[in-house]
């Protein structure tokens, strides 16, 4: 990256839209905090992320990532599936593996670099939680011309419940 992104705005919260039935309060009682979401995002170690092959079919992966800055930053092979798949469609869903504790993450995911002073030292540190795991990307794991195979997520909507249905919240940028 060869200038850092530009910080993201507090998203806007408001209950989400589910069809009748469900039990989702009428007020605003009970919304969850941005915080307390992003918190669990930071947290995480495995994701599921969701892309479109170009014949319009869903193609899901389990993924190792970071939430820094708030977005998703995430590496791999140019040439896997997924993103193969975003180079044509940026749009994706990222999950977190609880189907109780849900956060989805809808948003755009793009190729990108990080230079070693800043952005790169960031992740690295951030990546730090798969030291154990054998993963561990120095400062400079991302610098270069093909980023190495650096990508981010930028949400555009992330809809969140942690006791549904009183707490299902919408959060959009």
């Given at each position: ?49 969701s892309s479109v092959r170009p014949d319009g079919r ?94 981010v997520v930028t949400p555009e909507r992330v809809l ?14």
């Open positions: 990256m060869d200038a850092p992104l530009p910080p993201l705005p507090a998203p806007r919260r408001d209950r989400a839209r589910l069809p009748e039935g469900y039990g989702l309060p009428a007020d605003d009682d009970g919304l969850l905090d941005w915080a307390d979401v992003e918190a669990r995002l930071v947290a995480a170690k495995h994701y599921w992320i869903p193609h899901s992966i389990p993924r190792w990532g970071v939430w820094v800055d708030g977005r998703w930053w995430y590496d791999g092979a140019p040439t896997t599936q997924h993103a193969r798949n975003t180079q044509r469609n940026p749009a994706v869903t990222l999950t977190l593996e609880s189907g109780t504790q849900v956060v989805i993450v809808e948003g755009t995911s793009v190729a990108t670099g990080a230079e070693p002073d800043g952005p790169g030292e960031r992740l690295s540190a951030a990546f730090g939680k798969y030291a154990d795991d054998g993963y561990a990307p120095a400062p400079d794991a991302w610098s270069g011309d093909d980023g190495g195979g650096l990508r969140a419940w942690f006791s549904f249905p009183k707490d299902v919240t919408r959060f959009r940028w």
